[in-house]
């Protein structure tokens, strides 16, 4: 069963996925002395991580709380291994704005629709799962697999390192499961 905040946790996923490139604007912003600028990064990247984890800690008390809310359910994993190994080119969208020697050097008309693209592509693909900020707060990101030869990606504050086990979670999407003990 799906929870009706999937479209909602996919897109606070893909923020969070997103807020390092501001965090990175804002320390070029900052070393070319552009201080309001770096604030207003600064600011709406702690925002979106704020709300990403407002959200999954929202979704994983609503189902005890919540009668109406999807109550959780149990998934049979079978296999179990780290979901952070594609992420070369996600750190270098990261990174790229620190080649740059001044603020006013970026080109924005290149900048701003290649950030617009990334975030619908994470947004679509599932692959959001990349996610170093969620890390820092104790969240793991773990491709699983089931009973049913499907592989799901599995959020959890646990650190999993053995198959064959059932985890109670809420299912966000057709692929993604929030573990919620």
């Known amino acids: 069963m799906r929870s009706g905040l999937t479209v909602f946790a996919r897109l606070a996923l893909t923020c969070t996925a997103i807020a390092p490139v501001g965090f990175t604007y804002a320390a070029v912003a900052a ?4 201080y309001g600028t770096m604030v207003i990064l600064l600011a709406a990247s702690v925002i979106m991580v704020r709300i990403c984890i407002w959200v999954m800690d929202s979704i994983k008390t609503r189902t005890s709380v919540n009668p109406d809310a999807s109550a959780p359910e149990q998934h049979k994993i079978t296999n179990v291994e780290p979901a952070d190994r594609e992420n070369t080119a996600i ?3 990261y990174l790229m704005p620190l080649f ?3 603020l006013n050097d970026l ?3 290149i900048w701003v629709p290649t950030i617009l693209v990334f975030s ?3 947004m679509t693909s599932h ?3 990349f996610n170093p900020l969620l890390g820092l707060f104790g969240w793991h990101f773990y491709r699983v697999g089931t009973p049913e030869n499907v592989t799901r990606l599995l959020i959890s504050k646990q650190t999993i390192n053995k198959g064959d086990r059932t985890i109670i ?3 966000l999407s057709d692929y ?3 573990d919620t003990e």
């Open 31 to 34: 070393l070319t002395e552009h």
């Open 91 to 93: 750190i270098l969208l």
């Open 100 to 102: 740059t020697a001044d």
């Open 107 to 109: 080109n924005w008309i």
């Open 120 to 122: 619908v592509i994470v």
């Open 127 to 129: 692959s959001y799962f």
């Open 169 to 171: 979670g809420i299912q």
């Open 176 to 178: 993604v499961i929030l």
